[in-house]
């Protein structure tokens, strides 16, 4: 997972015509720490690119893409997000997979 550094990277990474995963999380987290220790064994199991934004650094972002828990997971395409995994339903490996195979599927749209 790449780790976003500056506004100007994420509205780059986020314009690609791909599908990005762009996960919003916080060192201090909990709940990013557990979301960590089985995210990389589902990573490779999806075709998509990988980001991290460190949501304490970025408040702007976090307000304008309505990231209002963490760990949040965002997908995005063609600069638009096509959809939002909240903090409260990322608690589990099924909740993460059951997420990404709905965003998999707008995806090919």
């Known amino acids: 997972m790449i780790s976003i550094e500056t506004n100007e990277k994420f509205e780059e990474v986020i314009q690609s015509p791909d599908t990005i995963i762009v ?3 916080a060192g201090w987290c909990p709940d990013c720490k557990r979301l960590d ?3 990389d064994d589902i990573i490779k199991d999806y075709n998509f690119e990988w980001f991290d934004v460190n949501r304490d650094n970025f408040p702007e972002l976090a307000e304008k893409y309505e990231v209002m828990g963490i760990p949040s997971l965002l997908a995005f395409k063609n600069g638009q997000k096509i959809a939002h995994l909240h903090s409260a339903n990322a608690k589990t490996p099924e909740d993460v997979r059951h997420y990404l195979d ?3 599927k ?4």
């Open 106 to 109: 707008l995806a090919v749209k």
């Open 23 to 25: 996960k919003f999380q």
């Open 102 to 104: 709905g965003v998999d």
């Open 37 to 39: 220790m089985f995210i």
